[in-house]
């Protein structure tokens, strides 16, 4: 427990450092010149160098432990922002993101793998899971408020440089604080990943398609809320919606009860819920936007842990980092796409509706409640 509190603690302060930048990055940018092609550019670069760093990481996860990739990943970030606060052209800043895109993709599999591996109790693997949603989600919440503070108290280059020490901080935090793996577990991966077969999934590439699924309508959602009223939206009247999909997901993610139901169960409740909020989205006019922006955060709340215990649960325990880094990489590739399927859809269907459409094609995709046993487990075994 000691452990897990204190990657709690590096994980806000990581997700608040990082989500701290998103309202900075594009006036900064733009600070130096940046057409508006090029910025996109900039942001999509992060998703994109994010896959390479993801099929590193889930390997090297499993057979060294999460340890070395938590505190690089944290250190190396931070230094990156420290040069970022000394740019002067737009393809400087281009080459920073890419970089950090790639050193940030050991992150999250690397914590979600370190929490998974304290305990093997399925319940209490799930509160780990929630209490990593929530901390997730508070940093959401409050972060982009605090970056757009700072920037007005001390500018671009204050402010990354700030960011920049509290991640290096995390890092050395980290160091002194999380367990070294004991010789002998080391030995256990490295001979695991040896007599591994040579399929490198855990369990049904399809089920990837879940995170894939929830990226996507995630990056429409992030694409059209700020584009209604023809663009003519306030930042701040945008930015208050978004916290309104924080604030639903932080609900669900306090009900710690929740994890004593089956993942699967979640999982489809989840899927089913965010369907339906984006069927709103694009059809139902009487429902006020605030409303079904709470109650799609609802929907997720519940949806991101369940899956995380979903795919544990699946894979039997092993072979977390690659079962947490595929999942980065499906929700990665999510993101590019469903900003782009938006935008050259939009002015011929709804991209909700598209979205409403893939989450129940999902929602049929879901492995069935018998069949939800890890595939290394022989049949009649119940665990």
């Not at 009223?229 to 945008?238: E, F, K, L, P, V």
């Not at 899956?307 to 325990?317: A, C, M, T, V």
Request: charged fraction near 10%.
């Amino acid at each position: 427990m000691k452990t897990a509190i204190w990657l709690y603690m590096f994980l806000f302060l990581a997700f608040f450092d990082l989500h701290a930048q998103y309202p900075v990055l594009t006036p900064f940018a733009i600070s130096l010149g940046a057409a508006p092609t090029f910025i996109g550019w900039m942001m999509g670069i992060y998703a994109l160098t994010h896959l390479p760093g993801n099929l590193l990481a889930g390997r090297l996860i499993d057979k060294k432990g999460s340890r070395r990739y938590i505190i690089f990943s944290l250190t190396a970030a931070g230094v990156i922002l420290l040069l970022q606060a000394h740019v002067q052209m737009p393809w400087q800043l281009l080459v920073l993101r890419s970089i950090s895109g790639f050193v940030l993709a050991f992150l999250s599999p690397a914590c979600l793998a370190l929490l998974a591996s304290l305990s093997k109790d399925p319940v209490t693997q799930g509160k780990y899971m929630s209490g990593h949603g929530v901390i997730h989600t508070l940093a959401s919440v409050l972060s982009p408020a605090a970056g757009a503070f700072i920037v007005a108290k001390v500018g671009f280059s204050g402010t990354f440089t700030s960011l920049g020490w509290v991640l290096i901080f995390t890092g050395i935090m980290a160091y002194l604080t999380i367990p070294k793996p004991s010789t002998q577990s080391y030995s256990q991966r490295a001979e695991e990943v040896k007599h591994e077969t040579s399929d490198p999934f855990p369990f049904s590439l399809r089920l990837y398609l879940i995170p894939f699924a929830i990226a996507c309508s995630q990056g429409i959602l992030f694409f059209e809320i700020p584009l209604r009223a023809n663009g003519q939206a306030s930042i701040m009247s945008t930015g208050l919606l978004f916290s309104c999909v924080s604030l639903g997901a932080l609900v669900t993610l306090s009900m710690l009860f929740l994890n004593h139901y089956s993942p699967g169960k979640r999982v489809a409740a989840g899927v089913l819920g965010l369907a339906l909020s984006f069927y709103a989205l694009a059809a139902v006019d009487q429902l006020p936007l605030v409303v079904i922006l709470f109650m799609l955060g609802i929907a997720k709340g519940l949806l991101f842990p369940a899956l995380s215990s979903l795919f544990i649960e699946l894979s039997g325990g092993g072979r977390l980092g690659r079962v947490f880094s595929y999942q980065s990489i499906a929700m990665s590739i999510g993101s590019f796409v469903g900003p782009i399927t938006a935008g050259q859809l939009r002015n011929v269907i709804s991209p909700y509706f598209i979205a409403f459409i893939m989450l129940m094609i999902i929602l049929l995709l879901l492995p069935r409640p018998n069949k939800t046993q890890p595939i290394d487990t022989p049949a009649g075994v119940n665990l």
